[in-house]
């Protein structure tokens, strides 16, 4: 799979630095169309093919990467820990009979203000 979205991926990505050889820095750079040629023949990147962003707006591959992580790292692990909230608080009986103490309440039922065993 990461075969087939990677070279879509790539198409829209710039190079960190300009056509002097210059880093870009953090700054958001505006897409040149013009500069198609250059970016194909220099760096492989079929900049036209581009379907991920819009047509002016192209992040470099450490923006990109960054952003990517950070994005998918946060939202990953909040919907992870939301299914598993909406799992334990619905309590279905298919989840609560593989509770292995039946009688005792979940944790947060009890006084959560006491620790265990006091």
Not at 8 to 25: A, F, R, T
Not at 54 to 67: A, C, D, K, V, W
């Amino acid at each position: 799979m990461v075969n087939n979205v990677w070279p879509s991926v790539y198409n829209c990505l710039i190079p960190p630095v300009d056509k002097n050889g210059q880093p870009h820095g953090w700054n958001i750079q505006a897409y040149n169309p013009s500069l198609n040629e250059e970016l194909l023949e220099k760096y492989g990147i079929e900049s036209d093919k581009c379907t991920l962003f819009s047509e002016n707006f192209r992040p470099t591959f450490p923006q990109f990467i960054i952003t990517s992580y950070l994005v998918g790292g946060i939202l990953g692990t909040t919907a992870f820990n939301g299914i598993f909230y909406v799992i334990y608080r619905l309590e279905h009986p298919l989840i609560e009979q593989f509770k292995i103490e039946k009688d005792v309440p979940w944790p947060w039922k009890q006084n959560p203000n006491t620790p265990k065993g006091a």
